[in-house]
């Protein structure tokens, strides 16, 4: 990995007053979601951009992670998360591929996960290597090869709203994981209630 991009820049419109998502505690008093997954995602890459929109997601997730973070800051945010990953790719013209991408509101993914997701990459050579959740493609939960990193860029640039349109006619690799949480977001009250309930019976 030359690169991992944790995308925290929602609105949480769909979680009341829950507040936001990234912010909500991955367990009673502890770190938050969107700051568990950038310390899984300092483990496997080098470097780590933090795409955001709120600062109160940096104050929040700062103290929580060790390494130093890329923290940027969507300047045209609540667009959807291919134009913030557009407009990062643009703002670093040097290689950033392979390219890690993970949603901010992931509290169950795991380093083991993304491992698998990074060597199903290595091994089959395909543009994109993603996540697989009840027969649908995760595209933020993959790892991107140059080829598919420059059509999310173009895809943005013209306009284009959805990831999975950005990569018609690229190689997709998908993994499939046992553990439904490796990969489940948090997008509503009732998510984030089955995922402390799924803690507590663990």
């Known amino acids: 990995m030359k690169w991992a991009v944790v995308l ?3 609105a949480s419109t769909r979680m009341g007053e829950r507040g936001n998502k990234l912010l909500l505690p991955r ?11 950038v310390r899984v995602a300092e483990k ?3 470097r780590v951009a933090v795409l955001y929109a709120d600062d109160s997601v940096q ?3 700062a103290p ?3 390494g130093e973070i890329a923290w940027v800051r969507d300047g045209e945010c609540y667009q959807g998360p291919l134009a913030a990953l557009g407009r990062f790719v643009e703002g670093h013209p040097s290689e950033v591929s392979p390219l890690l991408v993970l949603a901010g509101d992931l509290p169950g993914v795991t380093t083991d996960a993304v491992q698998v997701l990074v060597s199903a990459f290595q091994r089959t050579g395909a543009d994109v290597a993603a996540a697989e959740r009840e027969g649908r493609i995760q595209p933020l939960a993959a790892v991107y090869a140059e080829r598919a990193v420059r059509a999310i860029a173009d895809a943005a640039a013209r ?3 959805r990831i999975l ?10 993994v499939a994981f046992d553990d439904a949480w490796a990969v489940r977001p948090v997008h509503r009250p009732e998510d984030y209630e089955a995922w402390l309930e799924r803690e507590g019976d663990a």
């Open 8 to 10: 925290a820049g929602g």
């Open 27 to 37: 367990e009673k008093g502890g770190i938050p979601v969107a700051g568990h997954v």
């Open 44 to 46: 496997v890459a080098p």
């Open 59 to 61: 104050s929040a997730i």
């Open 64 to 66: 929580w992670v060790t």
């Open 159 to 161: 306009g284009e709203k």
């Open 165 to 174: 349109k950005a990569l018609e006619g690229l190689s997709i690799c998908t």
